[in-house]
């Protein structure tokens, strides 16, 4: 699978650009991380594709990746019932030293 169909788009919301500026650093009982940053990712995505996929795009070094299957929900137009799409959400937290100027 090509890296730019691993990753879809960022998903830029409020959350998004508040857990992209949160970073800590290191104590004793916890290694220092940067941001983190949400994907939309393709469904069939694992998560060691993801890491390579964003560390190509976006030159930087990530630390961990988290992922979700965010089910569609149920929607009704015109008297009829049916359902949003089912997509896959990544969020990605880099490495101290590193940001993407994006969000």
Same mark, same amino acid.
């Not at 949400?38 to 990712?41: D, I, M, R």
């Given at each position: 699978m090509d890296i730019y169909n691993v990753v879809r788009?960022?998903?830029?919301?409020?959350?998004?650009t508040h857990q992209s500026r949160q970073s800590f650093e290191s104590t $004793?009982?916890?290694?220092g991380r940067g941001g983190a940053y #949400?994907?939309?990712?393709h469904e069939k995505a694992n998560k060691i594709q993801i890491r390579d996929a964003v560390e190509k795009i976006?030159?930087?070094r990530?630390? $961990?990746v988290r992922t979700a299957i965010?089910?569609?929900k #149920?929607?009704?137009f015109r008297g009829r019932f049916g359902a949003s799409k089912t997509w896959k959400k990544a969020v990605v937290v880099l490495k101290p030293e590193h940001h993407i100027d994006l969000f």
């Open positions: 788009r960022p998903l830029v919301t409020e959350k998004g $004793s009982s916890r290694p #949400a994907f939309e990712v976006y030159n930087v990530v630390e $961990s965010m089910r569609g #149920a929607r009704r």
